[in-house]
């Protein structure tokens, strides 16, 4: 499996960017995408993710803010992330789940349940 971000950059506080995950391999099995990120001296943590049953959950800090979705016949995951704030800069990260536990009904949110990782992709939000 190969995930390959795209889209990141600098934005002024209130602007958007989307986000972009093209990928490849045996990524139709998977049981969950999502769009995880790392701020500097922080942890990694889920902003978004979508299971094979087109559930989503959003971490509470982008609610009402960013969309998960997915276009199946293109292998592509997108995050579109509107009204951005400094607090959204951080390095996005494309992650895929082979653990069906990564279910939205399971209620878990836990990058472990990730096995599969793209580069990773700069969001830099300046106010």
């Known amino acids: 499996v190969q995930l390959v971000e795209s889209g990141g950059g600098s934005v002024q506080a209130g602007g958007s960017l989307r986000l972009s995950c093209a990928a490849s391999g045996y990524i139709s099995s998977s049981y969950c995408m999502g769009w995880l990120r790392q701020a500097p001296g922080k942890e990694r943590e889920g902003v978004a993710q979508i299971d094979d049953y087109d559930r989503t959950k959003y971490a509470d800090s982008v609610k009402g803010r960013f969309t998960i979705s997915q276009d199946n016949a293109k292998n592509t995951l997108y995050l579109q992330m509107n009204n951005l704030k400094t607090e959204d800069t951080a390095v996005y990260y494309c992650?895929?789940?082979?653990?069906?536990?990564?279910?939205?009904?399971?209620?878990?949110?836990?990058?472990?349940?990730?096995?599969?990782w793209g580069q990773g992709t700069q969001v830099t939000v300046s106010s």
């Open positions: 992650a895929a789940s082979y653990s069906v536990l990564c279910r939205v009904a399971y209620g878990r949110n836990n990058p472990g349940d990730f096995g599969y």
